[in-house]
């Protein structure tokens, strides 16, 4: 089982810039997908940005411009670079990293994002 510690969250301005950390440990088959989730109370998960060993990227288009994701694969350790935030991206953000060879993932405990004046 991979534990994950966030970090990060907090309020900021529309127009303001976070950056989001979560750190994996206890992975004994090697960490394939590292991701980033958000949620609104009432609203399904939604998937905001995902990044490969290899770092290939894929981020929803609602973010696109805006967020960048990256990795430290020798710390085990994805980060959200999120610029120009505005109110509707505020939300709980989710790390969630998926071993090689499992069908699922493990979940950060999340962290809040508030974009607000």
């Known amino acids: 089982q991979v534990q994950l510690v966030e970090s990060g969250g907090g309020l900021v301005q529309p127009g303001g810039s976070l950056r989001l950390s979560c750190a994996a440990s206890?992975?004994?088959?090697?960490?394939?997908?590292m991701s980033w989730y958000r949620q609104v109370l009432g609203k399904q998960r939604e998937l905001v940005a995902s990044?490969?060993?290899?770092?290939?990227?894929s981020y929803a288009d609602s973010v696109k411009g805006r967020f960048t994701i990256s990795r430290d694969n020798a710390n085990n350790t994805v980060y959200l670079q999120m610029n120009s935030l505005k109110p509707e991206d505020t939300a709980v953000y989710y790390c969630?990293?998926?071993?090689?060879?499992?069908?699922?993932?493990?979940w950060g405990q999340g962290t809040q994002v508030t974009v607000s004046s």
């Open positions: 206890g992975s004994k088959l090697g960490i394939d997908v």
């Open positions: 969630n990293v998926k071993e090689y060879l499992r069908a699922y993932g493990s």
């Open positions: 990044i490969t060993r290899a770092s290939r990227t």
